[in-house]
């Protein structure tokens, strides 16, 4: 087994959506599910029952359907991913338009450096875009994935680049590039990734794959895991996300359910959450708030236009939801992120939208 920081907690995780019915899903919202506008619009809301849902800002153009969102680490800029139309850029104090990337046939997820100079993509066609943000440019390309490429990850110090390729419709790899050089430094065959994370350090890439099991990757001395670090003792996992301050694991099974682990107790315990915890895996099903107290997960999705897109906020320490369920897009919800003061949750859906709900508070 590869050897990790022992007293390390591990960096956030960017998931990909997994399973031949997820891409299938990403295709079939290429294919003109999306809708495409050029527009923005403002409109008041009313309240949940913690008094938390005020306004909601929602930007439009985003074509065939948004599947990746991410704000940058200075918090003003929110980069969208939209399937089937490359990458636009929103100014988070005003939410007007500030700039498009071309992107991929197919875009399947994207990044930003700790630094927030760079904004990396990836997608269907095996390669990794990485971005100059301010100036608009393609930086650099990387090639040696075959098919979907469906995860990326930085290093706290910028200086490394992981990227895993889907097992179904990829080659189930995992690669370390330098992200400075823009070349290829190793490759771990088999790991089938549906997230990952960096340690602190950066000696330690961890990686949850799809049968389960968690793994960590020795960066430093290029040794791949052997056996897992724990097994979580399920048999198919369709994503997960780990907290900010890498602490906790959220994973989200196959079959749509919720459970929340704790990572730094040895052995790793699993914490039950107090209801329900089914939902959908598809797209970015969760997202951490930046201080790690609150997580939200998509807790409907649906293509159909009767059926509304939801989002439940969850209390980590009491492992139950946080007032009532926050219905965003009259479809389904397909990506998630919070603002980086925690004020406002930022959603993309299948409709081409991204709904921008203010909290009255951060929640805590």
Sequence with gaps: MAKRDSNEPQTRSRSAFRRPLTI???????????????????????????????????????????????????????????VAGGVRLWDASSWRLVGE????????????????????????????KLWDVQRRSLVGQLRGHRGWVLDVAFSDDGSTLATAGDHYYGDGTIRLWDARRLKALSTSTGADAVAMWFSKSGR????LNAVGQVKSYDVLHDQAPR??????????????????????????????????WDVLRRP???????????????????????????FASVSSYTASPRKAGTIVLWDVARRAPRGKTLTFHNRGVTGMAFSLDGHTLAAGGVDGTVRLRKLASPPT
């Design 24 to 82: 299938g899903l990403v295709v079939l919202i290429a294919a003109g599910l999306g809708v495409a506008a050029l527009a923005i619009e403002t409109s008041r809301e009313g309240h949940d029952a913690a008094g938390r849902l005020k306004t909601s800002h929602v930007l439009h153009g985003h074509k065939g359907g948004v599947l990746g969102l991410a704000f940058s680490p200075d918090g003003r800029t929110l980069a969208a991913a939209a």
């Design 101 to 128: 990337l071309p992107g991929h046939s197919i875009l399947a997820d994207l990044a930003f450096s700790p630094d927030g100079r760079t904004l990396v993509t990836a997608g269907q066609d095996g390669s990794v």
């Design 204 to 207: 330690t890439l961890t990686f």
């Design 227 to 260: 056996v897992p670090w724990f097994d979580t003792g399920s048999t198919e996992y369709g994503n997960g996300e780990a907290s900010p301050d890498r602490s906790k694991l959220v994973l989200v099974n196959e079959d749509g359910r919720l459970l929340l």
């Design 268 to 294: 790793p315990r699993d914490l039950p959450l107090r209801v329900h915890t089914y939902q959908s895996w598809s797209g970015d099903p969760v997202a951490f708030a930046p201080d790690g107290r609150t």
